[in-house]
């Protein structure tokens, strides 16, 4: 396996007390970004809002914290795959000619892109802490690769929801310092990944690597068409 995914990369660390418990169930979760995708493509969602007012309330302050992000004209793609390579041989990594995986793993993630100024942006909606978890990090170093873009100008805006206090709208900052420690962080990880699966293969190792998803490439969309996000 060289492509890995966040839900890849929990399940090597899900020992490591490195943030907060959720606050709702995952079903919950998954419900509400279902329902907000629903919104963004246009599509009826009144019979279900009605039926449930935690929703409700949670759709109306994603509205009051970013009222742009639900225009119909809007400079945004949601929930769409990237990618970038992670070259372990920085790391003085090496592997047996009879591995089969290569140098190097691909890290993929999915998120939303605004273009703020011609320049992306990254949002997050959920019902979460609004602080800076390890998967927000993983997502801001992926889409500063991904984009080929200096890490300074890059953001991360989370529309943090929460049962039954106030949402919040939190803006997080990115730099140079925090892109070389998530990228070394990665590296450990993957290095312990990559021995765990050799331990539980045990001589199977001969399985055919998983495929690499081809990323959304924003080079073929026409921007100028679309209006972009204002914050």
Do not use: C
Not at 18 to 43: A, D, F
Not at 64 to 73: M, N, R
Not at 135 to 144: E, G, P, Y
């Amino acid at each position: 396996m060289y492509l890995l995914t966040l839900s890849d990369l929990n399940q090597t660390i899900h020992t490591s007390p490195l943030q907060e418990p959720p606050l709702v169930p995952s079903y919950l979760q998954e419900r509400l970004q279902m329902l907000v995708k629903q919104i963004l493509m246009g599509l009826p969602v009144d019979p279900i809002l009605n039926s449930h007012p935690q929703f409700q309330q949670w759709v109306f302050q994603l509205k009051e914290l970013a009222p742009s992000l639900f225009l119909p004209q809007r400079k945004l793609f949601f929930d769409i795959p990237i990618q970038t390579k992670l070259d372990r041989t920085k790391r003085g990594v090496t592997e047996e000619n009879s591995s089969p995986y290569p140098p190097f793993k691909v890290i993929q993630v999915r998120t939303n892109v605004g273009l703020v100024k011609g320049t992306p942006r990254l949002f997050e909606w959920a019902i979460r802490h609004p602080v800076l978890t390890w998967q927000d990090r993983v997502k801001l170093w992926v889409a500063t690769e991904f984009f080929e873009i200096e890490p300074h100008k890059l953001q991360l805006i989370v529309l943090a929801l929460h049962p039954t206090k106030p949402a919040k709208k939190v803006q997080f900052a990115w730099d140079s310092k925090e892109h070389r420690k998530t990228q070394n962080w990665l590296l450990t990880t993957i290095e312990r990944e990559t021995e765990q699966t050799v331990v539980k293969l045990n001589g199977y190792l001969t399985s055919q690597p998983k495929e690499v998803v081809t990323a959304i490439n924003l080079d073929e969309i026409n921007l100028d068409e679309i209006n972009e996000v204002s914050i």
